[in-house]
């Protein structure tokens, strides 16, 4: 009975830290460190010092401030301006127009910054005012957006995927692989929602431009080829097994480097910045995994992941009620948390599950990215929501009905991917 | 008396700052070694130890920063019911918040140092092929730790003296 009222306890110190605002990455620390003093007698300290250690200086982590570091970089080129003009051309003439340039630009921004705040910001701060003066309609305008700009958790370098990759020991070259369909096939779901709201809506009230040349494409093409040769040596050489996942990083800021002085966008001023930039979003990331590794360890010692993946295993759940319950799990979670934190809470508890239900960790990896997505625009409170509201001024309401519609189509893509779980498997079987 | 404690607020701010530099340089010499690393691999010659060297920076990176990051409200946090909350409320709950945090981040900071101490005195050596001191790459993590506790009771303490939250906005959560 004393185990039951120690957990009770650890629980609600867990909810009391992390609810009242206490730094995500202390909470974590202050949590396992009761949760060890309760359940065992080992000297918990110590414990602590050699496990922060051992997860701080472990070499798989360095692919995480480098991938940040590139994506940094490229942040201060003209790469926003260019996303838009380059895909302008190629975009127009499909039904709903430029809308695919929101979905499109998110997917290709997606591979560079690794974060869907960034992501919506960044798109949406170039296309909405281009879009609103072609008088296209603002649900949509939100709605693409909010959608779209979730596909930076899954199109590589995810920095979410690491995060998770380095928590599950798994490797992280084959989880970017695997992101790479999936992300895809999200992309063209969103696409195809708006080719078809544009074919039933009938007649367009938006205003096209002028037609467009091959000349004008190819010109438009050059300006993003340069970022889109970038990510594609980085993740050929990842796919081929040339680099590990920590050298093609590093070969993505060198290359990225190049990039901004051949632009002439890097000066002395954005290069400081870029770096000092990475090294703060590094430092938060790995101190939120140090605690979580201590929290992994404490875990252990209470018994509940293992007790909990126990008494799963006798309730005899199909895969299918499984996915369904972790996907509400992480979608309330995510009211709460954002993605990082919510996958380095919970893995200490679900891994075990998981694995005993004999998924695919692999699988598993791209599955959470999306569920942990669908929480970052689940009305009434999603991250991305914020950043929407705070960039069109529209009240909540609207944004949140705005991007329900693409909530369902995240919806409908875990079950695409549950059904067909080759789509992310298979390219990293390949390898 | 105020006027000393402006200069050691100001002082202490500085401190942070520079060891978020250090830190910068830190992330820089991560890269360097792997840029090592790849082209040691391809003109066929090993150095050993570049991984563990590797892991090492980045772990002085990551905790050298701690503290310029904490000022800089980089390290993120739930503060969903410190918005729904004003006047005494909050900062009552800022108090709590910045009491708990102090505590814990002595409490890393100090068992990370006994940690590097109880390296140094045994010459615990790492067991890759760099076989580095431990104690080495040790010392700067908990360095970086004891700033991060620094800047925690700083801001409890600044927090108390000046009786309003002494952090900016930074990064949030909801």
């Known amino acids: ?431 | 008396m105020s006027s000393i404690f402006t200069a050691v607020d100001r002082g202490l701010n500085r401190f942070y700052f520079y060891c978020g530099v250090i830190a910068a340089c830190f992330l820089v010499i991560l890269g360097l070694l792997i840029i090592t690393s790849i082209v040691s691999r391809l003109l066929g010659i090993f150095i050993p130890g570049l991984n563990s060297y590797a892991g090492y920076s980045m772990a002085a990176s990551a905790y050298f920063a701690l503290a310029y990051t904490f000022r800089e409200g980089g390290h993120i946090r739930v503060v969903m019911l410190r918005n729904a909350l004003t006047g005494k409320a909050r900062f009552a709950l800022e108090l709590w918040c910045l009491s708990i945090a102090s505590f814990f981040a002595c409490y890393l900071a100090w068992f990370l140092i006994r940690m590097t101490w109880f390296s140094y005195k045994f010459e615990e050596k790492s067991e890759g092929a760099d076989a580095t001191l431990l104690w080495m790459p040790q010392s700067l993590m908990a360095f970086g730790a004891a700033v991060m506790a620094i800047t925690v009771v700083h801001a409890l303490i600044k927090t108390i003296a000046t009786g309003t939250p002494d952090l900016a906005e930074g990064a949030k959560i909801e």
């Open chain 1, 1 to 431: 009975m004393a185990e039951i009222g120690f957990t009770l306890i650890f629980l609600s110190v867990l909810f009391l830290f992390l609810g009242s605002g206490i730094w995500i990455a202390l909470s974590l620390i202050g949590v396992a460190t009761v949760g060890m003093e309760l359940f065992t007698s080992r000297p918990v300290g110590d414990a602590m010092a050699t496990t922060i250690w051992s997860a701080s200086s472990s070499w798989t982590l360095a692919a995480l401030p480098l991938f940040i570091w590139m994506g940094e970089i490229l942040f201060r080129t003209k790469l926003s301006e260019n996303l838009f003009k380059g895909l302008q051309p190629w975009m127009q003439h499909l039904p709903g127009g430029l809308l695919h340039v929101n979905i499109a630009g998110s997917a290709l921004f997606a591979a560079i910054s690794g974060s869907s705040a960034a992501t919506v910001a960044t798109v949406g701060k170039m296309s909405i005012p281009e879009l609103r003066r072609r008088k296209y309609p603002e649900n949509m305008i939100i709605g693409t957006l909010a959608g779209a700009g979730t596909l930076g958790l899954l199109i590589p370098p995810s920095i979410t995927l690491i995060i998770y990759g380095v928590t599950v020991n798994e490797s992280i070259a084959k989880l970017f692989i695997a992101g790479v369909i999936p992300g895809i096939v999200l992309a063209l779901m969103f696409m195809s929602y708006v080719i078809v709201w544009s074919l039933v809506k009938g007649g367009s009230s938006e205003e096209a431009d002028p037609n467009t040349t091959w000349g004008d494409r190819l010109t438009a093409l050059l300006q993003l080829l340069p970022v889109i040769c970038l990510i594609g040596a980085v993740m050929g050489a990842i796919y081929s097994g040339l680099a590990t996942a920590t050298e093609a990083a590093v070969l993505g800021v060198v290359g990225a480097l190049i990039m901004s002085l051949a632009q002439r966008s890097l000066s002395w001023d954005s290069f400081k910045e870029s770096l000092l930039g990475a090294t703060r979003t590094s430092s938060m990331i790995a101190f939120i995994l140090a605690g979580s590794a201590f929290l992994t360890l404490a875990m252990g010692f209470t018994g509940i992941p293992r007790a909990l993946a126990e008494w799963i295993a006798t309730m005899q759940l199909s895969a299918w009620q499984l996915i369904l319950i972790l996907t509400i799990f992480y979608v309330i979670l995510g009211c709460f948390l954002d993605g990082i934190s919510s996958i380095v809470l919970t893995m200490a508890v679900v891994e075990p599950i998981v694995r005993q239900a004999g998924f695919d960790m692999i699988w598993f990896g791209v599955f959470l990215m999306i569920v942990v997505e669908i929480a970052q625009i689940t009305p009434p409170i999603g991250f991305n929501l914020f950043v929407l509201q705070g960039m069109t001024g529209r009240d909540m309401d609207m944004i949140a009905r705005a991007a329900a519609p693409m909530f369902l189509i995240m919806l409908l893509a875990v079950v695409v991917l549950s059904t067909f779980p080759g789509l992310a498997t298979w390219l990293p079987a390949n390898m």
